[in-house]
C-alpha cells in the first residue's frame, strides 16, 4: 500500500503492451516516463484513468498507457473530454496535446475548456515545431524560424502558452520541462491534487526537427542562470550560484538584479501562486524562464455546477416523469 | 358590464359548414403573428379539427418595420378530416400592414376572404411596402370578400379604462384579430383566455389587455354586420387516443428523452446555437429534472465531439444542428463511424448552401449525410416525414445507434422543426425496448470483437476494472483494436464497418404504399414533404388515377423490399426540395428510370405542384 491507501501499482502496470513509436531521444519517452511513476504514486487505479489526446507525435500518448485512452481528432481532445468529464466526473481524464494540436487547430476548444474550468488535467507538450508532418514551423516558433514551410523564417509571432492560459482565467497554469525529472513529477502531482482544470505546458525537445529546442534551459552548464524556479511562498532567487534574483521595481516592473552588495534576498520577490497580477507578469519574463506553479486558485467546477443544476431541478420539480411530460400543455382524448 | 363571455352568446348568423380551412395571418415580424397563429391553432385541436401549420418568419430578428423584408407569416390548416399539409392557398388571409398584404396577395384563393387592418395602411407603410396607390380604395381587391377594420383603433378603445400608453395597447390588436376571427370560425376562446393569464402573469395590466382585446374582436364579429355568415368545421375522425400538439423540433427532443429513459441512459446533448435546430437544444435545457445534460458548446464541432466523449462514457451523446453546423462536425462524425460508439446526429435542414436561406425549409442535404466525409464512412441516415414523426424517429435513430453502435443521422428540417400538428401520446410501454448492455467481463476482451448478429464491438465504461483499452481514429487491427496499417486489414475494416451498417437493413419495417401495390405511377418521397405527397395520391386515386406512394424514413439503408415495390411500377416520381439527390440514389441504386420534380424555393411543396408533375408524367 501507498500513502494514499491504494492498492500498490507500480510504473509499469500503467505500461500498454504497445511498442513506443516516438522518435529516439524525443522528450516523449521522459514524459511518458514519468506519468506512468506518478499516476500510482497518486493512489489512482487504471480504470479510472482517461487519457483523450488530439492529433500529432505527443497525441500518441494514449496508445502507451494502460488505462482508458481516446486518440481522437486534430484539435478536438479538450471538447471530447469535456463531455466526458461532464458525464463522468468521477474519473480522472488527462488531455495531452501539443503546441500545434492544443494552440492552432484546437486553440478554441483549449481556452473554452480552461476558462469553463472543466476537471481535465491537460499535459501541452511544446516542442515548438510540427514533428509528425515532418517540420513546419508551430504557433510556438520564433519569429524567424526557418522551417520547410518558412524557408525565409516564419513572419508569425508566437503564442506564449502561459500567457494564454492566464489570459482565459485557468484555474491553475504550471510549466515543467521534460529532462527536469522530479520537478516534472512534482508538477504532475500539482496538477492532479488541483481542485478543478489544471493547465501543464511541459518544455519538450524534438531531436529530429526542432533539436534544442529550449537549449538554454535544458544544457546542464546554461540552465540553472537560464531557469527561475517558481516556489510559493520562497522568494525569486536563480544562477548556479543562487546570486541572481527577481526584484519587482518602482514602476511595477520585474527586474532582474544581482544578489550581494546593497542588493539582499529581503528585497526580492515572493513567488504567491494567488496573486495573478504577478502571474501575468511572470508569463512574460523570458531571461529567467520561469518553472513551477504560476497560479493556482480555486473556482467552482463546470462538472459540478453542471451536476449540481440537475440536483436542483429533481428537488424543485421532482424527478422527471415521462408520461406527465409527454402530457404537458393542452390535451385532448379522442375516443 | 363592458366583456360579457362570448360564448353564451348567440347572434344567430346563418352558418355555413366547410370541410376544412386554410386561414394564413400576416404581418409585421413585430406584429405576434406566430403567437397569433400558434393560438387559433390551439383553439381548433380543442375543437377536435386536425391541423397541419407552416410559420414563415424573416431571418432577421426586428426587420425594419413596414417593409417586405419584415414580414411574418403563419399559416393553418384545420379541417373536419385527416389532413396531411397546411394547405396550398389560404381561404382566408389576415393582414395587418401593406407588406404584408402585397407579399401574401397572390397566394390567397379568389373570392376569399381578405380580413385588413386598416390602421396599418397609413401613407409611410404605403410607401414602404411599394404602393403608389392605397389598394383598399382603388378597388385592386375587388376579387375578394374584403373586411376592413380598424383594429389597432378598436383594440385602444377597448382597453382605455386600463389607461395604458397608446402604443403598447395597440400592440394587442393581434388579439382583436384572433377575437374576430375566433369568432368568424366558431372557435372557443377559452383556452386563449387562460393562455393569455399563464403567459403574462407577472404584467397584469397586459393579462387584462389583450383578454379585452380579444373578446372586443370575437364581439365586432358578432355585433357588426360585415360579415353575413359564420363557418362551422367539425371535429375530425382521428384514431382514438390522447393528443396533443407538438412542434418537430419538440417532439424530436421528446423522442431522445424517451430513449434515455427506456435505455436507462443519461442523455447528453452537446449543441451550438443555429436555426433552425436551436430550440432542440431550449427544449431540452429544461429538462435538466430528468437527468439530461445539455452542454452549449463553442463551435459546432465541440458540440459532437463532447456527445462523442460523453458516449465514451457510457451516456447517450446527441448532437443537433443544421447543414452548416453539420459541415463543420463531418470529421468527428467520421472519427465515430472509425471508434464504433454510438452517437446521434440531428440535421435540421435549411436552405443553402452556405448560409443560405435560414429561416426557410429545403431537403438538400441528403448527400452531405451520405458522403459528406473523407473516405468510405458509411452510418445510418433517418428521416422524419412530418412534425410527430420526429418524436419516433428520433427514437428508432436512438436505438439503432445503441443496437449497433453506430453515428446515426436524423434529417429533419426547417417546416418540420417549426410545424405543429396533433401528436398521439404513446405509452412509454409500448415503445420498442433498448436494452443496453455494458461489457464488464475481462475474460477474453477485446474491443473490436463483434457481435455475430449486429457486427457492434462491445460497449465498454471507462471505469470498469480489467477492461481498459485504447480507441482512436487510427485503423484498427480486426478484433484487437490494436493500431494496424496491414493493407488487408483496412479493407477487411472497411468491409465490415459497412456490412454492420448494410445490417440494419433489418430492423426496417415492411415499406407502407399508400394506394395500390403496382400501378401506373409511384411516387416516392423523403421527409417534410410526406404531406403534400399524401394529399395529392388522394386527391388523383380520387379522380380515378393510378397512383400510388411510398414514402422512406429510412435512407441508409435503404429498404429491402424497396426495388422490388420500384419494379412493379411503370413511372416513378421524386418529388425533392433539391435538385434530385433521392433521385440519383434510387436511379444508381436500382437502375429505374425515375423522374425528378424539383422545388427549391425554401417553401414546401403544395399539393397542387406535386399534382401537376404527377399528370406530366403520367401523359407523357
Known amino acids: 500500500m501507498n500513502e494514499r491507501g491504494a492498492p500498490a501499482l507500480t510504473r509499469k502496470d500503467f505500461a500498454s503492451d504497445q511498442d513506443v513509436r516516438w522518435c529516439p531521444g524525443c522528450g516523449d519517452y521522459a514524459i511518458l516516463a514519468q506519468v506512468q511513476r506518478v499516476l500510482p504514486e497518486l493512489g489512482l487505479s487504471r480504470e479510472q484513468c482517461v487519457f483523450v489526446s488530439g492529433i500529432g507525435c505527443s497525441s500518441r500518448f494514449p496508445y502507451y498507457m494502460n488505462t482508458y485512452g481516446f486518440h481522437t481528432i486534430h484539435g478536438r481532445a479538450p471538447a471530447v473530454a469535456t463531455g466526458l468529464k461532464i458525464t463522468r466526473p468521477e474519473l480522472s481524464v488527462f488531455v495531452v496535446t501539443g503546441d500545434g494540436d492544443g494552440l492552432s487547430i484546437g486553440g478554441n476548444h483549449l481556452i473554452h475548456a480552461l476558462r469553463r474550468n472543466v476537471g481535465l488535467k491537460i499535459l501541452l507538450f511544446n516542442n515548438r515545431i510540427y514533428g509528425l508532418t515532418k517540420g513546419q514551423c508551430s504557433p510556438t516558433s520564433e519569429t524567424g524560424k526557418i522551417t520547410k514551410s518558412t524557408p525565409m523564417g516564419s513572419v508569425d509571432y508566437p503564442f506564449n502558452p502561459i500567457a494564454v492560459a492566464m489570459g482565459v482565467d485557468a484555474s491553475f497554469v504550471a510549466r515543467s520541462i521534460d529532462l527536469e525529472v522530479g520537478h516534472l513529477q512534482e508538477m504532475l502531482r500539482r496538477a492532479h491534487d488541483h481542485p478543478g482544470g489544471a493547465f501543464l505546458e511541459i518544455l519538450q525537445n524534438c531531436p529530429v526537427f526542432n533539436d534544442g529546442a529550449w537549449a538554454p534551459l535544458t544544457d546542464r552548464e546554461t540552465k540553472e542562470d537560464a531557469l527561475l524556479r517558481l516556489a510559493h511562498g520562497q522568494p525569486m532567487i536563480f544562477g548556479v550560484s543562487r546570486d541572481k534574483g527577481i526584484r519587482r521595481d518602482a514602476d511595477g516592473r520585474l527586474a532582474v538584479v544581482a544578489l550581494g552588495g546593497e542588493t539582499t534576498e529581503a528585497d526580492l520577490l515572493v513567488h504567491d501562486e494567488g496573486d495573478r497580477t504577478l502571474a501575468y507578469q511572470l508569463a512574460h519574463l523570458e531571461t529567467p524562464r520561469p518553472i513551477g506553479v504560476f497560479h493556482a486558485e480555486r473556482r467552482p467546477r463546470y462538472e459540478e455546477s453542471v451536476a449540481a443544476q440537475i440536483e436542483t431541478a429533481r428537488e424543485t420539480q421532482g424527478e422527471g416523469d415521462i408520461e406527465r411530460l409527454f402530457h404537458r400543455g393542452e390535451v385532448w382524448t379522442v375516443s | 358590464m363592458p366583456c360579457p363571455d362570448p360564448v353564451d352568446t348567440d347572434a344567430g348568423r346563418p352558418r355555413q359548414l366547410l370541410e376544412g380551412v386554410v386561414i394564413r395571418f400576416a404581418g409585421d415580424s413585430g406584429d405576434g403573428i406566430q403567437l397569433t397563429g400558434t393560438q387559433f391553432s390551439a383553439e381548433s385541436v380543442l375543437l377536435g379539427n386536425d391541423i397541419g401549420t407552416l410559420p414563415d418568419y424573416p431571418a432577421e430578428i426586428r426587420a425594419p418595420a413596414g417593409t417586405l423584408a419584415g414580414v411574418s407569416g403563419f399559416q393553418l390548416h384545420f379541417s373536419s378530416r385527416e389532413i396531411d399539409t397546411p394547405g396550398d392557398h389560404p381561404d382566408a388571409l389576415v393582414v395587418m400592414n401593406p407588406a404584408a398584404l402585397k407579399v401574401n396577395l397572390a397566394d390567397l384563393k379568389p373570392g376569399g376572404i381578405l380580413l385588413v387592418d386598416r390602421s396599418g395602411f397609413d401613407p409611410t407603410n404605403l410607401r414602404k411596402a411599394g404602393y403608389s396607390a392605397n389598394p383598399l380604395e382603388d378597388g385592386s381587391l375587388e376579387g375578394y370578400q374584403l373586411a376592413v377594420v380598424d383594429m389597432a383603433g378598436l383594440t385602444v378603445k377597448a382597453v382605455k379604462e386600463l389607461r395604458l400608453s397608446s402604443r403598447i395597447a395597440a400592440r394587442c390588436k393581434n388579439f ?69 400538439t407538438l412542434t418537430g423540433n419538440s417532439a424530436l427532443a421528446l423522442g431522445l428523452v424517451a430513449a434515455a429513459r427506456q435505455s436507462g441512459l443519461p442523455l447528453f446533448l452537446g449543441s451550438y446555437p443555429i436555426t433552425p435546430a436551436s430550440d432542440i437544444l431550449h427544449e431540452l435545457a429544461g429538462l435538466k429534472n430528468f437527468g439530461v445534460f445539455t452542454f452549449q458548446a463553442e463551435d459546432e464541432i465541440a458540440g459532437v465531439c463532447a456527445a462523442l466523449g460523453a458516449a465514451f462514457g457510457g451516456a447517450l451523446g446527441v448532437t443537433a444542428s443544421s447543414g452548416p453546423g453539420i459541415a463543420l462536425k463531418q470529421e468527428a462524425i467520421n472519427l465515430a463511424v472509425m471508434v464504433e460508439l454510438p452517437l446521434v446526429i440531428c440535421n435540421v435542414e435549411r436552405g443553402g448552401p452556405s448560409t443560405g436561406l435560414p429561416t426557410k425549409t429545403e431537403q438538400a442535404d441528403l448527400y452531405q449525410a451520405l458522403f459528406g466525409r473523407n473516405s468510405d464512412s458509411p452510418l445510418p441516415v433517418l428521416a422524419a416525414a412530418t412534425p410527430s414523426d420526429c418524436f419516433a424517429m428520433a427514437y428508432e435513430a436512438s436505438r439503432i445507434a445503441i443496437k449497433y453502435m453506430t453515428p446515426v443521422i436524423l434529417l429533419t428540417d426547417g417546416y418540420l422543426a417549426n410545424g405543429a400538428e396533433p401528436w398521439r401520446i404513446p405509452r412509454l410501454a409500448d415503445l420498442p425496448e433498448i436494452p443496453v448492455r455494458f461489457r464488464t467481463d475481462p475474460t477474453d476482451f477485446f474491443p473490436y470483437q463483434r457481435d455475430p448478429e449486429t457486427l457492434a464491438r462491445p460497449w465498454v465504461r471507462p471505469g470498469t476494472p480489467g477492461l481498459e483499452h485504447r480507441i482512436g481514429g487510427i485503423e484498427k487491427e480486426d478484433v484487437t483494436g490494436v493500431i494496424s496499417y496491414t493493407p488487408e486489414n483496412h479493407e477487411r475494416m472497411t468491409r465490415l464497418r459497412a456490412a454492420k451498417v448494410a445490417g440494419v437493413s433489418r430492423e426496417i419495417p415492411p415499406t407502407a404504399i399508400r394506394g395500390d401495390r403496382a400501378g401506373d405511377l409511384l411516387i416516392v418521397g423523403w421527409g417534410s414533404s410526406y404531406g403534400a405527397i399524401a394529399a395529392a395520391v388522394d386527391e388523383m386515386r380520387a379522380g380515378g388515377a393510378s397512383v400510388s406512394q411510398v414514402h422512406l424514413r429510412y435512407l441508409h439503408p435503404l429498404p429491402p423490399d424497396l426495388g422490388g415495390i420500384l419494379r412493379r411500377f411503370t413511372s416513378v416520381l421524386v418529388p425533392e426540395m433539391n435538385t434530385g439527390q433521392l433521385l440519383t440514389i434510387l436511379r444508381a441504386r436500382y437502375l429505374v428510370d425515375a423522374t425528378g420534380l424539383h422545388k427549391i424555393q425554401g417553401q414546401p411543396f403544395k399539393v397542387r405542384e406535386i399534382v401537376e408533375g404527377a399528370r406530366r408524367l403520367l401523359e407523357a
Open chain 2, 176 to 244: 382583436f384579430a384572433l377575437g374576430l376571427c375566433a369568432w368568424l370560425y366558431q372557435r372557443p376562446i377559452e383556452s386563449t383566455l387562460s393562455w393569455i393569464r399563464e403567459r403574462f402573469t407577472e404584467t397584469p395590466e397586459l393579462v387584462e389587455a389583450n383578454s379585452r382585446a380579444l373578446k372586443a374582436g370575437y364581439h365586432f364579429g358578432e355585433t357588426t354586420e360585415m360579415f353575413a355568415v359564420q363557418y362551422e368545421v367539425k371535429p375530425a375522425r382521428i384514431p382514438p387516443g390522447t393528443y396533443r
